[in-house]
């Protein structure tokens, strides 16, 4: 409902261009929100995200002896060529871990020219999560043996829109976006074990969704706040990311109250009532960290080739200068002394024209001179 509600009043604002939405690795698994999976994974093949989670559980709910307080996880995925998504992640000092994956059935980027019904369409995907032995798997990443769980092989669908808000100047990297996630799930979505409100509060059987707004705080970072119901509990934080490396600070099951059925010896205390945790993640790419060095002096070589070029460039351009400050000097000079070679020529034109002239009033005084009296 609160999904919707966004939707509807984002909706006059939020632009519809196809966007490639920013997600980091969820608390324990793949890329999403909080604890919630989006139709979202790298776009590069080879991005590689590790992710060390801490969270904080309800300790005045635990009985003496119960255990621990915090869980630990370790997570690592990796992306397979923009389309798909694998990883691994062990819970705690135990080691005990769990596969994941997801494949997105359809990105909303492959729409952006089309028209109609399909450019509204959003992202697609479906994913597992602990696959393995640990059948217990808690949605706090702790197993417990003695319980009822059964969640291993939890499979889940889920669709991803993402509206720009303000698209800025770069155009595949907006100022401002919304994601809307919604999806169902089994097992570490929807399975309590038969413990009901020991387990979670506001379970939903298994639907989650969620929404989040990320902001481009510079070239290579971005600031999101995330909001959530992941089918067990509200939960809502803040992550930034610079330059790969990403840290979020997290509240899960808001509003819940600590288990009664603590102060009975009941371990199932530690999972209802609020909880904080901390992520702190790097990605990079798995091309870049074998080929960063070998690139680096490339680019150096490149940058001192390119260098003896430019000077290269530079010495001939004064040289083509020089040449051609000659012609033009030549070019002036011969045209001065063609000026003057012009001026020599008519003045001898004028002098030969001018002896024309006489000798032809010196003919025509000379015939004169030859006629008789009685013909002048």
């Not at 001898?348 to 000379?366: D, S």
């Amino acid at each position: 409902m609160a999904v919707a509600c966004s939707a509807a009043l984002l909706w006059p604002v939020a632009r519809a261009d196809a966007q490639r939405p920013t997600f980091g690795p969820t608390l324990f698994w793949d890329g999403g929100l909080i604890n919630v999976p989006a139709a979202a994974v790298a776009p590069l093949g080879g991005d590689l995200a590790f992710t060390f989670t801490r969270l904080a559980l309800d300790s005045a709910a635990l009985p003496v002896g119960a255990g621990k307080t915090a869980s630990y996880n370790v997570s690592l995925s990796a992306s397979l060529w923009g389309r798909g998504e694998v990883g691994i992640s062990v819970f705690s000092g135990d080691l005990k871990s769990g596969l994941f994956g997801k494949l997105m059935l359809f990105d909303q980027t492959d729409a952006t020219w089309r028209r109609g019904l399909v450019h509204w369409l959003p992202s697609i995907a479906a994913g597992i999560r602990n696959v393995g032995t640990e059948r217990s798997l808690s949605r706090l990443a702790t197993t417990d043996p003695s319980s009822s769980l059964r969640t291993a092989g939890s499979v889940y669908g889920v669709v991803t829109r993402t509206f720009v808000l303000v698209q800025g100047e770069n155009p595949y990297r907006p100022t401002s976006q919304i994601s809307l996630t919604a999806g169902r799930g089994t097992g570490l979505f929807s399975d309590d074990g038969g413990m009901g409100n020991r387990y979670a509060g506001a379970a939903t059987g298994g639907t989650f969704g969620g929404a989040s707004v990320d902001f481009a705080t510079g070239p290579y970072g971005t600031l999101s706040f995330m909001a959530e119901q992941d089918g067990w509990g509200l939960n809502a934080g803040a992550r930034i990311e610079w330059r790969g490396v990403r840290i979020a600070a997290l509240a899960t099951d808001m509003g819940s109250a600590s288990s009664q059925s603590a102060a009975s010896g009941s371990a199932a205390g530690r999972y209802t009532g609020p909880k904080v945790a901390l992520t702190v993640g790097w990605q990079a790419n798995v091309q870049a960290l074998v080929r960063g060095d070998a690139l680096a002096r490339r680019t150096e070589q490149m940058q001192a080739e390119q260098g003896d070029l430019d000077r290269q460039a530079r010495l001939a351009q004064q040289r083509i200068d020089v040449i051609s400050g000659q012609i033009d000097a030549l070019r002036a000079l011969a045209m001065q002394e063609r000026d003057a070679e012009r001026s020599v020529l008519e003045r001898q034109l004028q002098e030969e024209q001018a002896a024309l002239r006489r000798l032809q009033e010196l003919l025509r005084a000379r015939e004169a001179a030859r006629k008789p009296p009685e013909a002048r």
